[in-house]
């Protein structure tokens, strides 16, 4: 039997989603789509078999809903996901978990309250090829201890309402993670730098360099790049103490033409990381399935806001700011 699944949004990740639930992935059905835009809900369900809800809540509360996915905006997440929990319900949510420490905090707390793990957090990069293989080689031991990592999270262009706050609160979660991933070390200090700002983005400062520093004293620099046009482009490089390694390029070929090399930059994200994207989804759905949850989790999740967090406050004042945990629940352990 598919696992049942209500979708809330209907917007870009959203839409993707139901695209990929639909056409990519098995054991799975979409019943329900939610969204308050309703001409782009009913283009979103046009041919499907769905039924629209006038609500998120509504739709958490379809008996016929097995498993909700989240795909609304950020703010919107902690109330959806506790909801869901309220019932216990599964649910996957998209990042970020919450726009606050203590909101996600509050995630915690409900699904600690059930006795188990109910939620997975969409940090896709844990399922990307590359990621994966830059994790092993270091879990390999191949470059000796990690000291240094460079990261780059670059967007070709982001929409007019943009704010410098979303890149700090909606990327940087992103990079939070997944250096958590590969080093298996918690991120404990933050300070933001602000270099020369662009003038291709009025009112938001682009682009933000942000020095993260983990238990063991691994510096991380993330460069966050909003609107630097040429594509979307991700980048990591660790230097250990005998090599470094790198994510790959990413392009399927190198073209020699003209006396100049080049090679394709992905589009947007979903060029990038579809394949994580469907990794990831069909991990939920089979973890769902058999009553399991994997992945990456609300703890997880409050790690990365409570990141972005004190990133933000080091934005506001210019100082290192140390990231202050909570002491994780026996279910994340």
């Known amino acids: 039997m598919s696992l049942r ?61 097995d498993a909700v996915l989240v795909a609304s905006p ?17 649910v996957f949510c ?16 409900a699904e600690v309250a059930t006795g188990r793990r109910l939620v997975q957090v969409g940090f896709m990069r844990r399922y990307d090829a590359s990621y994966r293989a830059l994790k092993a080689t270091l879990d390999g031991g191949d470059i000796g201890q990690p000291l240094v990592i460079h990261a780059a999270h670059r967007n070709p262009e982001v929409p007019d309402w943009w704010t410098t706050d979303l890149t700090i609160k909606d990327s940087l979660v992103h990079d939070a993670d997944i250096v958590r991933f590969l080093t298996g070390e918690e991120i404990v200090a933050s300070r933001v730098l602000r270099p020369r700002a662009s003038s291709r983005l009025a009112d938001v400062q682009d682009p933000l360099v942000i020095l993260l520093e983990t238990t063991s004293g691994i510096l991380v620099d993330v460069e966050l790049s ?13 230097i250990g103490e005998t090599g470094t390694a790198a994510l790959g390029d990413g392009g399927l070929v190198t073209l020699k033409r003209a006396g100049a090399r080049s090679t394709d930059v992905p589009t947007d994200w979903r060029q990038r990381f579809a394949l994580a994207y469907d990794r990831e989804l069909q991990d939920w759905i ?48």
């Open 74 to 90: 950020g703010f919107t997440h902690a109330d959806l996901v506790t909801a869901c929990l309220a019932i216990g319900k599964p």
């Open 286 to 333: 089979d973890a769902t399935s058999a009553g399991e949850t994997t992945g990456p989790s609300s703890w997880d999740g409050f790690v990365a806001t409570t990141v972005a967090e004190a990133s933000h406050r080091s934005y506001q004042d210019g100082q290192r700011v140390e990231v202050q945990l909570a002491d994780r629940p026996a279910i994340y352990r």
């Open 226 to 238: 909003v609107n630097i046009a040429y594509g979307y482009d991700i980048r990591a490089e660790v």
């Open 5 to 65: 699944v209500g979708v809330i949004g209907a917007g870009g990740i959203g839409s993707d989603h139901i695209r990929r639930l639909r056409w990519t992935l098995s054991g799975v059905e979409v019943i329900a789509i939610a969204d308050p835009d309703g001409a782009r809900t009913a283009a979103v369900a046009e041919g499907l078999d769905v039924t629209i809800e006038s609500s998120g809540a509504a739709l958490i509360a379809n008996d016929r809903v």
């Open 94 to 109: 998209e990042k970020p978990l919450a726009i606050t420490a203590d909101e996600a905090w509050r995630v915690v707390e």
